[in-house]
């Protein structure tokens, strides 16, 4: 029902429009939340069009990595927690489209954007699943800074999204703690299994801290997303949050965090500069694994024409039937 | 839908609102939509997309189409009743007088 009505029949005279936006601003800062049929600025929809759609795009793709490890789980118990755990990514996904859509954008469009590569998602599932250990650092570290970053969306001004993410945040806290098991079983084990445990931190490290997107400092999103209350925190906030939860992790599990210049200040931990370069490189398309996962995606996409075909004639026989009988 | 879809692709399958009754007792809420080619899709879908944890004892789905919605615009008019006396914070109850 939310993608219906969203075409204003008539254009809005100056007056008109600095009494809703005025209005809009109010109701925000107020805390009030924003649905799909009030009336919002077009630089708010946009904002969140991209916002959700790349947030849908990335729990799509983010069921690659994990997924190149389904028929390869060290055990049954591990295989049904992999199973389940890359079926909740396909199901937040599905939530955050339905979400966008409200915004007045339609399913297929988004489909098209991410499977011609227009459309970004987060830079972390470019990088490659080498071993066992990386599915535990994923879910340890990359689910565990995506819920840092998740949490406060709850509170999102608009209100399809803040619902979307308090489904997904509740779902997504077995994520991390399967995650730092994997971790904690590796780290505990054979000096080859260790070893593996480290070197899946020293990759995943970096990548999980560019998750929270460039320095404050050249953010061109930061000042509006705060402001129209969709972001909470700015993304050193943010990062420097998540630093400090996971550090004393690392140090339980007996690793080292791949950083020279990690070191206490009595409240913090203070970290390095991770590598932007390579974060700006990954994000614009060459990252270790960018054409890989957009092919598998197109390829699923292709695959599946089959499925939808039959789906539609089956739905039609089924109809014309009805209508005879 | 409409009646010659592009094959394989889904811009015409219907939108649908779905609904969850967490555990006898309680109404059915709303959690979300999906699409789908008919109903029957449209249930196993919201199976899995909105119950993968046990949260649903009874699942409605509804052809988004056929919800009838109050018009946004008209809120203030079409809710805006100022009749506190509704209310029972509206009348003072004597000190003393207890069971009111």
Same mark, same amino acid.
């Given at each position: ?142 689910? @565990?800074?995506?819920?840092? %970053?998740?949490?406060? +969306? ?9 619902? $979307?993410? #308090? =489904? ?116 614009? @398309?060459?990252?270790?694994? %960018?054409?890989?996962? +957009? ?9 599946? $024409?089959? #499925? =939808? ?17 | ?100």
């Amino acid at each position: 029902m939310y993608t219906q009505g969203l075409d204003q029949a008539e254009p809005l005279g100056d007056e008109d429009l600095s009494r809703l936006s005025e209005r809009f601003e109010a109701k925000v800062a107020a805390e009030d939340k924003v649905e799909p049929t009030d009336w919002m600025p077009d630089a708010y929809r946009t904002l969140l069009v991209r916002q959700i759609a790349q947030h849908a795009h990335s729990e799509i793709v983010g069921m690659l990595p994990e997924g190149n490890w389904l028929s390869r789980a060290p055990s049954l118990r591990r295989k049904g927690i992999l199973l389940a755990k890359v079926q909740d990514e396909a199901g937040h996904g599905l939530y955050l489209y339905c979400a966008a859509e409200t915004l007045g954008i339609s399913r297929d469009e988004m489909v098209e954007q991410l499977l011609a590569g227009t459309a970004k998602y987060s830079s972390i599932f470019n990088y490659p699943t080498l071993t066992w250990a990386d599915c535990g650092a994923i879910g340890w570290l990359v689910d @565990g800074a995506a819920i840092m %970053n998740q949490v406060p +969306l709850c509170r999102c001004s608009y209100g399809p999204y803040a619902r $979307a993410m #308090v =489904r997904i945040c509740r779902e997504e806290s077995f994520h991390q703690r399967q995650g730092f098991e994997i971790m904690t079983v590796l780290s505990q084990g054979t000096p080859e299994q260790k070893a593996m445990a480290q070197d899946a931190l020293d990759r995943w490290w970096w990548p999980s801290l560019m998750m929270f997107g460039p320095p404050d400092a050249q953010s061109t999103h930061n000042d509006r997303s705060m402001r129209w209350k969709v972001k909470r925190f700015t993304n050193d906030e943010l990062r420097q949050k998540f630093v400090d939860m996971t550090v004393p992790q690392a140090h339980f599990l007996g690793l080292t965090v791949p950083d020279p210049d990690l070191s206490y200040n009595g409240e913090h931990w203070v970290f390095g500069e991770p590598d932007w370069s390579e974060f700006k490189r990954v994000l614009s @398309g060459d990252g270790p694994c %960018n054409r890989e996962r +957009l092919a598998a995606r197109n390829k699923a996409h292709d695959d599946g $024409a089959w #499925v =939808r075909e039959a789906a539609v004639a089956h739905a039609e026989k089924k109809r014309s039937r009805e209508r005879v009988a | 839908m409409n009646a010659s879809p592009e094959p394989g692709q889904r811009s015409t399958w219907p939108l649908w609102e779905v609904f969850v009754r967490s555990r006898s007792g309680l109404a059915h809420q709303h959690v979300g939509s999906l699409h789908a080619v008919d109903a029957e899709m449209a249930i196993a879908n919201a199976r899995d997309v909105y119950t993968r944890r046990g949260e649903g004892a009874s699942l409605w789905v509804v052809p988004a189409t056929s919800i009838v919605a109050s018009d946004p615009d008209d809120k203030e008019s079409f809710f805006g009743l100022d009749e506190e006396f509704r209310h029972p914070s509206h009348y003072v109850v004597p000190d003393g007088v207890v069971g009111i």
